[in-house]
């Protein structure tokens, strides 16, 4: 059973910053392409940004680039979502996922071709 577990939401204000972690099993972490979501009330589930752990490989949307980072801990079996210069709209619930099959569209991240998630984490940023 495939096991994603999340932390380092909070509340912070506008500029400030916040980094998520992504926890999991040796083998996930080791075969899986992973990626963070998002998902605003009343919005679409979005990707922000993709990582094939192992690798340099990573991908961000475009409302990530030159504010988030992706990265990895080998060691720790663990995803990072570091996000700088947090804006009001970047408040979310954000969820780790995890393909163990290439996702077609990858490095772009669709919702529907990850099938292990995580139980999510809020970000809230004030203005």
């Known amino acids: 059973q495939v096991q994603l577990v999340e932390s380092g939401g909070g509340s912070v204000q506008a500029g400030g910053s916040l980094t998520l972690s992504c926890a999991t099993s040796?083998?996930?972490?080791?075969?899986?392409?992973m990626g963070w979501f998002r998902q605003a009330p009343g919005k679409a589930r979005e990707g922000v940004a993709s990582?094939?752990?192992?690798?340099?490989?990573?991908y961000y949307h475009d409302s990530a680039k030159c504010r988030f980072i992706i990265t990895h801990d080998y060691a720790k079996n663990t995803i990072y979502l570091i996000m700088n210069n947090l804006k009001p709209e970047d408040t979310a619930m954000y969820y780790c996922?995890?393909?163990?099959?290439?996702?077609?569209?990858?490095?772009?991240?669709?919702?529907?071709?990850?099938?292990?998630w995580g139980q999510g984490t809020q970000v809230t940023v004030s203005s």
């Open positions: 040796r083998y996930t972490f080791v075969s899986s392409f």
């Open positions: 996922a995890a393909s163990q099959n290439r996702p077609q569209s990858w490095p772009r991240l669709e919702p529907v071709e990850f099938s292990h």
């Open positions: 990582i094939l752990p192992g690798t340099t490989s990573t």
